[in-house]
């Protein structure tokens, strides 16, 4: 594959996951222009905006999002 050393698999999970996730939330948003055929632009425009802002977050956020979810969950 790519070679990228495992230790940087927290940073390639974050990419990964913040671009689903902001690619989804712009296409909702972008809903509005599908029927007058601006949504392609609006929704790339919009995705590669929002995917620059919250990457930060998913990289900052997942370590204690997981701690969390540890705290709040046992094993069977």
Do not use: C, D
């Amino acid at each position: 594959m790519f070679g990228i050393p495992r230790r940087y698999a927290h940073f390639v999970f974050g990419i990964i996951q913040s671009g689903i996730t902001s690619a989804a939330a712009a296409g909702i948003a972008s809903i509005p222009f599908f029927g007058s055929g601006l949504f392609l632009g609006h929704w790339l425009g919009s995705w590669l905006l929002s995917w620059f802002l919250i990457l930060p977050v998913v990289i900052f956020a997942a370590p204690g999002i997981r701690k969390l979810s540890h705290v709040l969950t046992r094993e069977n």
